[in-house]
């Protein structure tokens, strides 16, 4: 999987995945034009989305009708002497049997983004310069 990113202007930056294009910005609170979500916005949109669509492709291999289904996701990074924190709430419908609610709760926890959030981390970083023709 691969993401790239290339700046537009001041802190706005256009991130491309596959054939698909998004902007991200800060809002203007922080310099930005408030032209896409922040990266951190992004992270917890990734994770709603993640949660949202494995919960989905586990009722159809089940045979559920589940109905609209709902994540939010609010999150609060890691300062020092506390961990980052997820706030999921699963939005459910009412008349959902108990037995697929918390079924689609076990999974739901068991989403890649989910997965990779609560893993081990690592990073290789590089710098690569680029030669532009003037």
Known sequence: MRASVAR???LRN???IRSHELTIDEGADEGGSDAGPNPLELL???LAGCVAITMEMYARRKGWEIGDV???VEFSPAERGTPTR???VLRLPENLPDDQAERLTVIAAKCPVHRVLDGEVMFDERVERNTFAG
Do not use: K
Request: glycine share 14%.
């Open 44 to 46: 917890a949109g990734s």
């Open 86 to 88: 997820f706030e999921i």
């Open 8 to 10: 537009i202007e001041e």
């Open 70 to 72: 709902g994540v939010d």
């Open 14 to 16: 256009s991130v491309t």
